[in-house]
């Protein structure tokens, strides 16, 4: 397989893979709520220890981020509408709306995305990428509203877990729009995770519960785990999105919201339904759809 073939394959297995592990950050921030991590001192030191990480490794690549104004800028901006935002809500809500209903609003930004970034005169109108997006979403509706019909969840929560993925959106839009000229995608992941760390810490510093139990293995644990999936997802995030552009990236939603609704369920007791059944099988649908035309129209 010559290597421009092979890209389009590439692309779809790091999209497949991303979304596993980003579907696993979901079900991870329920358990670590059980040891006694708050949502945002779990999401802070998570950020932190996962952007040294990938600090380290970029210096040992030779690829560490540059420190000019511009990337400074590019840093901040990124890691609030791509992590602090984003990350922020979606730990906060997950303990009062579930692991499973939060992982399926990660589906959402592929609409968002296209449609910003045709508006944006980014990407070309296709009917088939548009027919693939729209049954993804349609999927989502539907298990968004089986949430508000159920009752089990606080209407101001449910509420900002479905806002997650319009900054989900813009975070992809701004990095495609404004990605430094010369820039490798690793030595721009860990800037992004330490400036999305460094929004935080005001709200972090309001948070009696910012410095956890560490007798607790299990806390530990659980910290170290996200650390290391934090590290490895926006380093393959940054790569995706070089290698085929923003409005496939924007994909990974939906694997996440299935893989992490299915996690959800077999390992974390969550209440399946039949309304979760249907909108998986329309996100598979959508993915396959989508995500496959887009590579091919990215990658050529």
């Known amino acids: 397989m010559s290597p421009a073939n092979s890209r389009p394959l590439l692309a779809l297995l790091l999209l497949l893979g991303i979304g596993a592990l980003m579907g696993l950050t979901s079900n991870l921030v329920k358990l670590a709520a059980s040891t006694g991590w708050s949502p ?7 950020l932190l220890g996962g952007g040294l990480l990938l600090l380290l490794f970029t210096r ?21 509408l791509s992590i602090a935002l984003p990350n922020g809500l979606l ?20 609409l968002i995305t296209y449609l910003l970034a045709l508006a944006l005169r980014m990407e070309p109108l296709s009917r088939v990428r548009l027919l693939g997006i729209c049954i993804g979403l349609g999927g989502s509706l539907l298990l968004a509203l089986d949430k508000l019909h159920s009752g089990d969840s606080p209407l101001p929560w449910v509420i900002a877990a479905l806002a997650v993925p319009l900054f989900l959106a813009l ?19 860990p800037g992004m ?6 929004l935080l810490l005001p709200l972090a510093l309001f948070d009696v519960r910012l410095n956890p139990d560490l007798d607790s293995g299990m806390a530990i644990a659980l910290l170290l785990v996200q650390m290391a999936l934090f590290a490895i997802v ?48 329309c996100i598979v649908g959508g993915v396959l759809l989508v995500a496959w035309r887009g590579a091919q129209e990215n990658t050529r």
């Open 40 to 46: 945002v001192a779990y999401l802070l030191w998570s």
């Open 60 to 80: 040992l690549r030779g690829e560490a981020p540059g420190l000019a104004p511009r990337l400074q800028r590019y840093y901040l901006v990124s890691g609030l």
């Open 91 to 110: 730990f906060s809500a997950i303990p009062h709306v579930g692991a499973g209903f939060a992982s399926m609003c990660l589906a959402f930004p592929p």
């Open 171 to 189: 975070g992809n839009i701004y990095r495609s729009r404004r990605w430094p000229a010369g820039a490798s995608p690793l030595s721009l992941a």
């Open 193 to 198: 995770l330490l400036g999305g760390a460094l």
């Open 234 to 281: 926006y380093a393959l995030y940054f790569v995706l999105q070089k290698l085929a552009g923003a409005v496939f990236l924007s994909q990974i939603g939906s694997v996440a919201a299935m893989l992490g609704a299915a996690m959800a369920i077999g390992l974390l007791d969550e209440r399946g339904s039949l309304a979760m059944l249907l909108a998986a099988l």
